[in-house]
């Protein structure tokens, strides 16, 4: 049976909602999934963009894990460049003791230039994919016990993570992944896989779990890890005809930020950058809100309840709302609400 995960940054246009609401809006948000039995939430890692503000998932999801009691704790996904080992496998087993063996940790080789030249020293947003390959094996290693490490990236005596995850033997890993090699790696290294078809349609989903299967395949000595698909989610009411069109504008709009900090051409201004022009979308028609219709998850609790029926088919063990759309809180907290009460049910 397909399980449900809430995907959730604070996230600002403007400096109209103060970064303490944001905060609380989060945590509503969070706590709203557990109740609604959702079984993760996840929270990413972003430097200096106000649009997805997430200096660490760490502080934010320690302060979870004392407000509830059941829901799992994502760090989604920690950008492999910026941690040393020792670092990431200690703050995540802590995290994992905070949370009595709730963690869960998602590592990916970042995307941002923008990240990268204020991060890692200008460090190619290409080349993050050694530090990822180097990175987990290495954490996986110190929770287990003594380890020296001595890599092309980083070198270190012997250490050990203290303190050591509750979970045994070691929490859940997961890896981004989008080319097939990336899928490879993952599988090999028994860690589960996350995937986003962004704007494409669910020809995309089937391609993506194409390309696990493919991994899975090639290695049979490994137990087969789990696969998530992480889209854009926005549920409205049935008699609400046009409810889709907020929705699909706001992601037009979320997506022209993307490209905008992607393209890291323009400097921000504390923190904000202003979205691509729509001008410059006009021969990418993927883009538009008609098509946003289509291939984000937005619809009418049945329209979305029949699509997640076709992605628990293809074999998806856990599909994740991603509810960060530029939506205004209330928004989404009625999109969320409507989920729970009428999508969740059909999957129990």
């Known amino acids: 049976m397909m ?3 809430l995907f959730v940054h604070m996230e600002r246009q403007d400096e109209e909602v103060s970064h303490r609401q944001q905060f609380e809006s989060l945590a509503e948000l969070a706590l709203m999934a557990e109740a609604g039995g959702f079984g993760t939430v996840w929270i990413g890692e972003h430097h200096a963009m106000e649009y997805t503000i997430s200096p660490s998932p760490m502080p934010l999801l320690a302060y979870l894990a004392a407000r509830t009691s059941t829901i799992r704790l994502g760090a989604g996904t920690l950008i492999a460049p910026f941690w040393n080992p020792i670092r990431a496998a200690g703050e995540c087993a802590l995290l994992d003791v905070i949370s009595d063996g709730r963690m869960e940790v998602g590592l990916a080789r970042g995307a941002y230039q923008f990240e990268f030249d204020r991060m890692a020293g200008g460090l190619s947003a290409r080349d993050g994919g050694k530090h990822l390959r180097e990175l987990v094996p290495a954490v996986r290693a ?3 016990g003594d380890y020296a490490h001595d890599g092309e990236i980083w070198q270190f005596p012997t250490a050990t ?8 033997p070691n929490p859940p890993m997961w890896i981004a992944a989008r080319d097939p090699d990336s899928h490879d790696f993952a599988v090999a290294q028994g860690c589960n896989v996350m995937v986003t078809p962004l704007m494409k349609g669910d020809e995309e989903v089937a391609a993506l779990k194409g390309k696990f299967d493919t991994a899975v395949a090639n290695h049979p000595e490994v137990p ?3 696969l998530m698909v992480l889209r854009h989610t926005h549920v409205h009411a049935a008699e609400d005809t046009d409810g889709w069109r907020p929705a699909a504008e706001a992601i037009n709009r979320f997506y022209r930020t993307f490209d905008a900090w992607f393209g890291n051409s323009a400097t921000p201004e504390n923190g904000f950058l202003a979205p691509s022009p729509e001008a410059k979308f006009a021969e990418r028609p993927e883009f538009a ?3 946003l219709h289509r291939t984000a998850m937005i619809g009418t609790p049945a329209e979305v309840i029949e699509r997640l029926r076709s992605y628990e088919e293809l074999g998806v063990d ?8 530029g939506l205004s809180h209330e928004e989404k907290r009625a999109s969320l609400e409507l989920f729970i009460k009428e999508v969740v049910p059909a999957f129990r």
Do not use: C, G, M
């Open 161 to 168: 993570s203290v303190p050591k995850p509750v979970q045994r």
């Open 318 to 325: 856990e599909y994740s709302f991603w509810i960060d759309t």
């Open 289 to 291: 809100p008609e098509a």
């Open 3 to 5: 399980r449900f995960s």
């Open 142 to 144: 110190l929770w287990r």
């Open 224 to 226: 087969r890890p789990e």
